[in-house]
């Protein structure tokens, strides 16, 4: 689920990176832009006519009907709690939230994960563009384990 993300092209990106990793579905939730638009797909080359969407303007009824249905839901979020990334045992179905490219992910949405993680970070910088660390992210969950216990 990408909530609040400003920049098309980084809706762009979750596309192309949502194909490479089989993710089954994206969530554009609230302000989030959606297809068609040109800043998309130029960088999803394709992928946004591929890989299911929804836009979801209700996002908290969402995230409850995706728990309902036994989806872990999961921010990728810096709060004190928040789990290294490479510390986390990804459950078989689960929903990543990424947020606004500035402000994150809102509180009533971390209330309701089942875990936060985070990517941990060796330079100056305490984060990464959305974008990329949605893929950092997805590619650990969905493909690092390679032991068939993750999905998307």
């Given amino acids: 689920m990408a909530h609040n993300v400003r920049s098309l092209w980084n809706v762009g990106s979750f596309f192309r990176t949502a194909d490479a990793c089989a993710v089954e579905k994206i969530y554009l939730a609230r302000y989030t832009g959606t297809p ?3 800043e998309i797909t130029k960088t999803a080359l394709g992928a946004e006519e591929t890989i299911q969407w929804e836009k979801s303007e209700d996002h908290m009824h969402t995230l409850k009907a995706l728990k309902k249905q036994g989806w872990r839901i999961v921010a990728l979020e810096l709060t004190p709690d928040a789990i290294e990334l490479q510390d986390y045992d990804p459950p078989q179905k689960i929903c990543l939230i990424v947020g606004h490219e500035l402000s994150g992910v809102p509180e009533d949405i971390l209330s309701v994960c089942d875990a936060v993680i985070k990517i941990p970070m060796l330079g100056k910088k305490e984060s990464l563009n959305v974008a990329v660390a949605a893929g950092i992210a997805l590619y ?12 998307l």
Wanted: aromatic share 0%; proline share 13%.
């Fill in 140 to 151: 650990h969950i969905r493909v690092a384990p390679m032991e068939g216990r993750s999905r």
């Fill in 36 to 38: 068609p638009r040109k």
